[in-house]
């Protein structure tokens, strides 16, 4: 079985910061891509940062600049660190990664639980 914990979201002014973190647990042999993408109240899900296997991270036009992704030594552990915050980053924040399971011989796609971040004064 495969787990995606995110975590580290809160309350935060206008201007401050926040580090969310993913583990991803389980039998996973391969991770094809790995990130986050949120979600406002009335608003689709969209992209935030994710890193893909090019090793490349592709982040959204709103964050570029105040957002960096990056992974631990231990690569199933990926951060978000959020700077410069705005009240238009209040969303829930998904965990998200494309995984190759042990016995499995094509990648399926896992989303964590979802952290929420309000940026309000």
């Known amino acids: 079985q495969v787990q995606l914990v995110d975590s580290g979201g809160g309350l935060v002014q206008p201007g401050g910061s926040l580090r969310l973190s993913c583990l991803a647990s389980?039998?996973?042999?391969?991770?094809?891509?790995m990130g986050w993408y949120r979600q406002a109240p009335g608003k689709q899900r969209e992209l935030v940062a994710v890193l893909t296997s090019d090793g490349k991270t592709n982040y959204g036009d709103s964050v570029k600049g105040r957002f960096t992704f990056s992974r631990a030594g231990v690569k199933n552990t990926v951060y978000l660190h959020m700077n410069l915050l705005r009240p238009e980053d209040t969303a829930v924040y998904y965990c998200?990664?494309?995984?190759?399971?042990?016995?499995?011989?094509?990648?399926?796609?896992?989303w964590g639980q979802g952290t929420q971040v309000t940026v309000s004064s």
């Open positions: 389980g039998e996973i042999t391969g991770i094809n891509a």
């Open positions: 998200y990664a494309e995984l190759l399971l042990s016995g499995s011989s094509y990648y399926s796609n896992y």
